[in-house]
């Protein structure tokens, strides 16, 4: 099977930088993605990961080691906007993903 | 971009009712969505991977029988409830993978809202 963890809540103040840490188990790893999800709304997604390195999209950054079975998603000058819920999710055969149970970023002012 | 709607958005129903929602993906074709539920505070579970011209397949643990799954073609998949009781209310959500574009991401519906009565 697959299980992931990441930290339940981060709390931040605007132009802060976040980091949220993804640690997961799986015995055949395709990829790892991150979304996002606002209150009410579906998941968007933010960045995927198949090989190690950092991957850079604008503010957000996503990163993994597959030998750590380790990934996170660097939240840059955050904004009121970026309060959200956050999940990284493992990709599996057949494209299925098995989800995290999310981080709740709350960005004060 | 790449867009997938559900219909309905919500929907309130009696207990004992069947209710169905449908997942378009709008601009592109999609061989294979799948079906996921969420219940507050919590994350997506996936419930089945629906596929084109043949039966879903259902995650452990969920019904098929109850979770009635059809996607009759490259652009359309429907969940149908059946028999809905309280304890299935929940946001229950679809995405779509475009057959065209080569990429690992999944496109996501706004999802459906389910109030059971």
């Known amino acids: 099977g697959q299980s992931l963890e990441q930290p339940s809540e981060v709390t931040a103040v605007e132009g802060a930088i976040v980091q949220i840490n993804c640690t997961y188990q799986?015995?055949?790893?395709?990829?790892l993605s991150w979304y996002q999800q606002h209150d009410g709304g579906a998941p968007t997604f933010l960045s995927y990961n198949a090989l190690d390195g950092l991957e850079e999209t604008g503010r957000f950054s996503s990163f993994l080691s597959r030998s750590d079975s380790y990934g996170y998603l660097l939240l840059q000058e955050l904004q009121m906007k970026d309060s959200a819920s956050y999940f990284c999710?493992?990709?599996?055969?057949?494209?299925?993903?098995?989800f995290g149970g999310g981080t709740r970023v709350l960005v004060k002012p | 971009g790449a867009v997938v709607s559900q219909h309905p958005s919500w929907v309130i129903c009696k207990s004992g009712t069947s209710v169905k929602i449908e997942c378009r993906s709008l601009d592109f074709q999609a061989t294979t969505m799948f079906w996921y539920r969420q219940f507050p505070k919590q994350s997506l579970m996936l419930m089945a991977t629906?596929?084109?011209?043949?039966?879903?397949?259902?995650e452990q643990g969920v019904e098929k029988d109850k979770f009635l799954i059809n996607h009759a073609s490259l652009t359309l998949s429907t969940l149908t409830v059946t028999s809905a009781h309280p304890e299935d209310s929940s946001f229950y959500i679809c995405?779509?993978?475009?057959?065209?574009?080569?990429?690992?991401?999944?496109?996501f519906g706004p999802g459906t809202r389910l109030l059971v009565l």
């Open positions: 999710a493992l990709q599996a055969a057949g494209n299925k993903l098995t």
């Open positions: 629906s596929n084109e011209g043949s039966k879903a397949t259902y």
């Open positions: 799986t015995s055949g790893f395709y990829g």
């Open positions: 995405s779509a993978r475009d057959d065209g574009a080569g990429e690992e991401t999944q496109y």
